[in-house]
T-cell receptor, first 113, second 109 residues
Framework: DTAVSQTPKYLVTQMGNDKSIKCEQNLGHDTMYWYKQDSKKFLKIMFSYNNKELIINETVPNRFSPKSPDKAHLNLHINSLELGDSAVYFC????????????FGSGTRLTVV | QKEVEQNSGPLSVPEGAIASLNCTYSDRGSQSFFWYRQYSGKSPELIMFIYSNGDKEDGRFTAQLNKASQYVSLLIRDSQPSDSATYLCAVYNTDKLIFGTGTRLQVFP
């Protein structure tokens, strides 16, 4: 009965590969987000979707492509992975846009070697 | 200037003491403010939010907001070793939460 679940939890891959991270929430929330947490623990928003519609795209390289097939799912596909993409990626959701009480998933630690 | 600033710490307090965590923000139009706690290797979890100037209490936690000074703080009374974590201040602005870099709190027995 996990509220926001992400898979995989760990991802180790070589430079140049393409990988995907999946996120699902069972809270009935309308809005979902992807955040990146770097090695200094700084959490920065990447994307947000409201009921499958892209709301925020924060100057993220176009190698990153989010996809929301329905309002309960938000996946992140990354092409041509680079060393600098190594980070923890968190999915989050909120009842609707305009509310800051987010529920976060457990995170995906991506290591690019 | 960063949008949300926090002292990275660590802030070390003895068990039973009051821990005081501070945060400043740059956008004067910000309306809602949040504190998240993040244990090492875990995801952030919401502990408090505050919208109005003044104090808001929830158990051992008190959030304080001063919009004129663009300042938010979190007080933790009767600190316990289990409170040892990174505390993230976040400001809601233009459809997104903007986080500070967090303050690491260490509570020693």
């Amino acid at each position: 009965d996990t509220a926001v679940s992400q898979t995989p939890k760990y991802l180790v891959t070589q430079m140049g590969n393409d990988k995907s991270i999946k996120c699902e929430q069972n809270l009935g929330h309308d809005t979902m987000y992807w955040y990146k947490q770097d090695s200094k623990k700084f959490l920065k928003i990447m994307f947000s979707y409201n009921n499958k519609e892209l709301i925020i795209n924060e100057t993220v390289p176009n190698r990153f492509s989010p996809k929301s097939p329905d309002k309960a799912h938000l996946n992140l596909h990354i092409n041509s992975l680079e060393l600098g993409d190594s980070a923890v990626y968190f999915c989050a959701s909120s009842p609707r846009t305009g509310e800051g009480g987010y529920t976060f998933g457990s995170g995906t630690r991506l290591t690019v070697v | 200037q960063k949008e949300v600033e926090q002292n990275s710490g660590p802030l070390s307090v003895p068990e039973g003491a009051i821990a005081s965590l501070n945060c400043t923000y740059s956008d004067r139009g910000s309306q809602s403010f949040f504190w998240y706690r993040q244990y090492s290797g875990k995801s952030p979890e919401l502990i408090m939010f505050i919208y109005s100037n003044g104090d808001k209490e929830d158990g051992r936690f008190t959030a304080q907001l001063n919009k004129a000074s663009q300042y938010v703080s979190l007080l933790i009374r009767d600190s316990q070793p289990s409170d040892s974590a990174t505390y993230l201040c976040a400001v809601y602005n233009t459809d997104k939460l903007i986080f500070g870099t967090g303050t690491r709190l260490q509570v020693f027995p």
